[in-house]
């Protein structure tokens, strides 16, 4: 069929113009009653589906037009409609002329049902006699004073809008303020650690040594062994304290973004690593890594952290494979390294991306347990992901995304 639908909603036309053109339909558009009868002046239809409230010419005013036409007056016509004034809306629509009054949303197989049944029954369409002008008047003028409270009430919430617009600037500026005084509060925080607890933390390993050196002699065994757990501990300590400025220094960082050659970066990292796998078999199986848009020196330390892991959980292993691959997933570029070392138990995976997080023993595997959160803080600043996957004693895989990928070359 050829169908005439009228509605002053772009969003209504669309739809159900959509769903009737997948059934095999030709479907015509109109925003209200003149738009209409301009368009059956050029277009014979087999029917029109038209809602009420509309401006310029409501749809009772086009369905008496239509019925009090002589070249129209046959059409089948539904109404398709949210408009409910009273309950004599529907016998009004009756006695115009049109053959059914549906509610919104009426699916299609109703609407086509209508039609179908108009167009197929008795001929039942009314003469103007049976509307008196003054009902069909009062109707319309209702309908144009409702029109008229709609537009008061889009007023209204455009100015309420606009209320909480100017509020949300006001929050967003309070809370900025507290954020950059909470910066300042850390940016004097790491100058304290910096330079306040670093110091005390040197001189105390600084001065275990010494005692160990000069006065071994006359220290017992256990004198010896507790200066050298308290030498340690401090040193250890201090490593801490310098993992921790360098995380707290990544979310104010400024990043500088440039095209990053992925493949020869991650080799670069690689072989700048060769001390830590002095004396060991190490094979790197490095597949094809695409480009991407990113900060060259923070994806570097990423790589560094991702690759030192691989090759230090690795270190019982006869033969050492670490494995770094790429798959395009959902759109994005998902790049993958995967080693065949100690792995973890992925019911503590949760923790994993936090700060002094380890899952071994210190006399496994040394390390302070922050190189994953700061992995994990350079990849949320570039709008990526990163999650873990492993099987304990089998080795474990990290995946991360970088959210602005460079297009792949042909």
Not at 97 to 125: C, F, H, M, N
Not at 353 to 368: I, K, T
Request: net charge negative; charged share 30%.
């Amino acid at each position: 069929m050829k169908l005439l639908i009228v509605d002053d909603m772009p969003t209504n036309l669309k739809l159900l113009r959509a769903q009737l053109e997948a059934e095999g339909h030709a479907v015509f558009e109109a925003q209200d009653g003149v738009e209409a009868l301009e368009l059956l002046r050029r277009q014979p239809v087999d029917g029109i589906v038209s809602d009420i409230l509309m401006p310029r010419m409501d749809g009772y005013r086009l369905c008496h037009e239509v019925r009090n036409s002589l070249q129209f007056r046959d059409l089948p016509f539904i109404f398709h409609t949210n408009t409910y004034l009273s309950p004599g809306d529907e016998k009004l629509a009756l006695d115009l002329g049109a053959d059914q009054y549906l509610r919104k949303p009426a699916g299609t197989e109703s609407i086509l049902k209508a039609l179908q049944d108009a167009a197929a029954g008795p001929v039942r369409r009314p003469g103007p006699q049976l509307v008196e002008a003054d009902v069909l008047r009062e109707y319309s003028e209702r309908l144009v004073k409702k029109l008229g409270e709609k537009n008061v009430e889009l007023e209204q919430a455009k100015d309420e809008l606009q209320k909480n617009n100017a509020d949300l600037e006001r929050r967003v500026r309070e809370r900025t303020a507290v954020l950059e005084n909470a910066n300042k509060d850390l940016d004097s925080f790491s100058h304290s650690v910096s330079h306040d607890l670093r110091a005390p933390v040197r001189a105390i390993s600084g001065f275990s040594q010494i005692l160990l050196s000069k006065s071994g002699s006359r220290l017992s065994d256990e004198d010896r062994r507790l200066l050298r757990i308290i030498s340690s501990s401090a040193e250890e300590m201090g490593q801490m304290m310098e993992s921790l400025l360098n995380l707290s220094c990544l979310g104010r960082q400024q990043l500088d973004k440039g095209l990053v050659k992925m493949t020869s970066l991650v080799q670069q990292v690689f072989d700048e690593q060769c001390d830590q796998r002095k004396g060991r078999q190490v094979d790197l199986r490095l597949g094809r890594l695409p480009d991407c848009t990113a900060d060259p020196t923070l994806l570097k330390q990423v790589w560094v952290n991702l690759l030192s892991n691989a090759v230090k959980y690795t270190g019982k292993k006869e033969k050492a494979v670490i494995e770094v691959s790429c798959q395009q997933q959902s759109g994005e570029n998902v790049y993958t390294i995967r080693d065949n070392g100690a792995g973890f138990d992925m019911q503590y995976a949760a923790k994993l991306f936090g700060a002094f997080q380890r899952f071994h023993d210190d006399g496994e595997f040394e390390g302070a347990g922050v190189g994953l959160s700061i992995v994990h803080r350079i990849i949320q600043r570039h709008g990526g992901r990163i999650w873990a996957e492993s099987i304990e004693g089998e080795g474990a895989t990290f995946s991360f995304t970088v959210a602005l990928t460079a297009p792949t070359p042909p």
